[in-house]
């Protein structure tokens, strides 16, 4: 958790003038979003321009103003500063042996634009393919090579439609994108189409305005929304220890107030986060934020991203290592989202040394064991 000063980004020099009603005005932290090595320059110190130009050229770059100012600029191995600042590996031959563009098939298997129906009970709404802050390691980073654009109520109402004749469609997981960089008013629309419909028990709402402009819930409006369409659930995307502040606190107290639960899902990151003490301060400090951990995911074979994968143990041990240390409340589900669409599947320790017809021998975080009849 970082505690943050008052007034702690009139220290960055650009920042200096900036007052605290526009430091904490969501619509500021999008508009003054640094998207250019010149802005970024004023910053941190930018060791290889051109690369940067080269990579970003591809795989664009953007970040809030509230993200960066989060980041330490004398460390060249900030936790935060990796996951937004382009690196040749993500465009380097050498590193995308295996990934794909889009792993998942989620255009492929998609019954209409924006809409991706891998399970029965639950469909994937993709509302926007525009975020405020670039994360590199993105799962569908195939969408920072397209123009940044939202979809039109047109659009919407195709998807809304396709859901509407779907009964057995019991969630919607409105994703983008990110959907809460959209104005008050379009995520009205979209929020109010699917409360009305009957057979909709959920609207679950994926965005990381929370981690890098949590002054959109400082925003009486949408906050109404939330209290208004009551079927919201938030789900989040922390990282690092750091990304937690006093104003995420303050932020999700604010959505709590609405009803709207708040569950977080991480990536696991090489360089990043891929050890157990992070993951172990991560979880800490996301329940003393009240925010539930939900999935540790291992990182997805897309294209661009692929040298922050981990091996499949290393999630192992962060999760054998949680168990029996940390409270179960903050314990995430470890899991891999299978290629080509096949959904995703939890991944544990195995706590089962043996089974017979008579017993199973079971053993629990310090390898004790027990025999127990069934
Ligand atoms: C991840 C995902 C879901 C949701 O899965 P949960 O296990 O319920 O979180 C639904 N549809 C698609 C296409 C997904 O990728």
Redesign the pocket.
């Given at each position: 958790m970082q505690n943050l000063e008052e007034n702690f980004w009139q220290k960055i020099h650009i920042y200096k003038d900036i007052s605290k009603e526009q430091w904490q005005d969501w619509k500021w932290q999008i508009a003054n979003r640094i998207t250019s090595l010149n802005e970024l320059k004023q910053i941190i110190p930018i060791n290889n321009e051109e690369d940067f130009l080269k990579i970003s050229e591809i795989f664009h770059f953007g970040t809030t103003p509230y993200y960066i100012s989060l980041i330490n600029p004398n460390d060249e191995n900030d936790p935060i500063l990796k996951q937004i600042l382009p690196d040749i590996k993500e465009i380097d031959e050498k590193y995308q042996e295996g990934a794909f563009l889009d792993p998942?098939l989620?255009d492929v298997k998609s019954p209409v634009p924006g809409l991706?129906h891998?399970?029965p009970d639950?469909?994937?709404f993709r509302a926007t393919n525009f975020c405020s802050v670039y994360c590199r390691h993105c799962m569908r980073k195939r969408m920072f090579l397209e123009d940044e654009r939202a979809r039109t109520k047109e659009e919407y109402d195709v998807m809304f439609e396709y859901i509407r004749n779907n009964k057995s469609i019991k969630e919607v997981?409105i994703s983008g994108g990110d959907p809460l960089t959209l104005p008050n008013k379009k995520i009205e629309y979209i929020l109010k189409n699917l409360y009305e419909i009957s057979h909709i028990d959920v609207i679950r709402i994926g965005s990381r305005e929370l981690v890098v402009n949590p002054y959109r819930f400082y925003d009486e409006k949408l906050l109404q929304l939330f209290e208004k369409y009551d079927k919201v659930w938030l789900i989040t995307h922390f990282n690092h220890p750091n990304e937690i502040t006093s104003e995420t606190k303050k932020a999700v107290k604010n959505i709590l107030s609405t009803g709207t639960p708040v569950l977080n899902q991480t990536v696991l990151l090489k360089g990043i986060n891929d050890s157990k003490e992070t993951i172990e301060n991560l979880m800490r400090d996301l329940l003393k934020a009240k925010i539930k951990p939900y999935?540790l995911f291992q990182c997805d074979p897309t294209k661009g991203v692929y040298h922050f994968r981990t091996p499949l143990e290393v999630g192992l041990e962060i999760m054998e290592y949680l168990r029996g240390r940390l409270s179960g409340l903050g314990i995430p589900t470890f899991a891999v989202?299978l290629l080509g669409g096949l959904g995703?599947v939890p991944v544990l320790p195995n706590y089962i040394i043996e089974k017979n017809e008579d017993y199973i021998v079971f053993r629990n975080y310090e390898n004790k064991t027990v025999k127990v009849k069934i």
């Amino acid at each position: 958790m970082q505690n943050l000063e008052e007034n702690f980004w009139q220290k960055i020099h650009i920042y200096k003038d900036i007052s605290k009603e526009q430091w904490q005005d969501w619509k500021w932290q999008i508009a003054n979003r640094i998207t250019s090595l010149n802005e970024l320059k004023q910053i941190i110190p930018i060791n290889n321009e051109e690369d940067f130009l080269k990579i970003s050229e591809i795989f664009h770059f953007g970040t809030t103003p509230y993200y960066i100012s989060l980041i330490n600029p004398n460390d060249e191995n900030d936790p935060i500063l990796k996951q937004i600042l382009p690196d040749i590996k993500e465009i380097d031959e050498k590193y995308q042996e295996g990934a794909f563009l889009d792993p998942f098939l989620e255009d492929v298997k998609s019954p209409v634009p924006g809409l991706t129906h891998r399970y029965p009970d639950r469909v994937l709404f993709r509302a926007t393919n525009f975020c405020s802050v670039y994360c590199r390691h993105c799962m569908r980073k195939r969408m920072f090579l397209e123009d940044e654009r939202a979809r039109t109520k047109e659009e919407y109402d195709v998807m809304f439609e396709y859901i509407r004749n779907n009964k057995s469609i019991k969630e919607v997981l409105i994703s983008g994108g990110d959907p809460l960089t959209l104005p008050n008013k379009k995520i009205e629309y979209i929020l109010k189409n699917l409360y009305e419909i009957s057979h909709i028990d959920v609207i679950r709402i994926g965005s990381r305005e929370l981690v890098v402009n949590p002054y959109r819930f400082y925003d009486e409006k949408l906050l109404q929304l939330f209290e208004k369409y009551d079927k919201v659930w938030l789900i989040t995307h922390f990282n690092h220890p750091n990304e937690i502040t006093s104003e995420t606190k303050k932020a999700v107290k604010n959505i709590l107030s609405t009803g709207t639960p708040v569950l977080n899902q991480t990536v696991l990151l090489k360089g990043i986060n891929d050890s157990k003490e992070t993951i172990e301060n991560l979880m800490r400090d996301l329940l003393k934020a009240k925010i539930k951990p939900y999935y540790l995911f291992q990182c997805d074979p897309t294209k661009g991203v692929y040298h922050f994968r981990t091996p499949l143990e290393v999630g192992l041990e962060i999760m054998e290592y949680l168990r029996g240390r940390l409270s179960g409340l903050g314990i995430p589900t470890f899991a891999v989202d299978l290629l080509g669409g096949l959904g995703k599947v939890p991944v544990l320790p195995n706590y089962i040394i043996e089974k017979n017809e008579d017993y199973i021998v079971f053993r629990n975080y310090e390898n004790k064991t027990v025999k127990v009849k069934i």
